[in-house]
Nanobody
Framework: QVQLVESGGGSVQPGGSLRLSCVDSGSIFSIRAMGWYRQAPGKERELVAD???????SYLDSVKGRFTISRDNAKNTVYLQMNSLKPEDTAVYYCHADSFRTMSRTFYPEVWGQGTLVTVSS
């Protein structure tokens, strides 16, 4: 079953903007930490941004000041607003829902989306 569905990827020129969306069909979105990862050809998947259930955010150094992660719990949706895009931002972007667990138990496992391609070129 598909739980995370991404949208908003596409091709843009350098300096352009794009907003990615990820809808979680699960039942515990409001208490999960969410994140966006990306993977370029020949490179390891890297964490771009994440947001906790309380709204705290963190970013990859190379995207600070350009990308913004946010969430709308009423819509079970997490967003990634990408501004001032650069060719090096080209990658497949993946939505991720963190596991919900204690030190001794995992109540809900982590979930990955299928990915959406972002291409930045002139």
């Amino acid at each position: 079953q598909v739980q995370l569905v991404e949208s908003g990827g596409g091709s843009v020129q350098p300096g352009g903007s794009l907003r990615l969306s990820c809808v979680d069909s699960g039942s515990i979105f409001s208490i999960r930490a969410m994140g966006w990862y990306r993977q370029a050809p020949g490179k390891e998947r890297e964490l771009v941004a994440d947001i906790t259930s309380g709204g705290s955010t963190s970013y990859l150094d190379s995207v600070k000041g350009r990308f913004t992660i946010s969430r709308d719990n009423a819509k079970n949706t997490v967003y990634l607003q990408m501004n001032s895009l650069k060719p090096e931002d080209t990658a497949v972007y993946y939505c991720h829902a963190d596991s919900f667990r204690t030190m001794s138990r995992t109540f809900y496992p982590e979930v990955w989306g299928q990915g959406t391609l972002v291409t930045v070129s002139s």
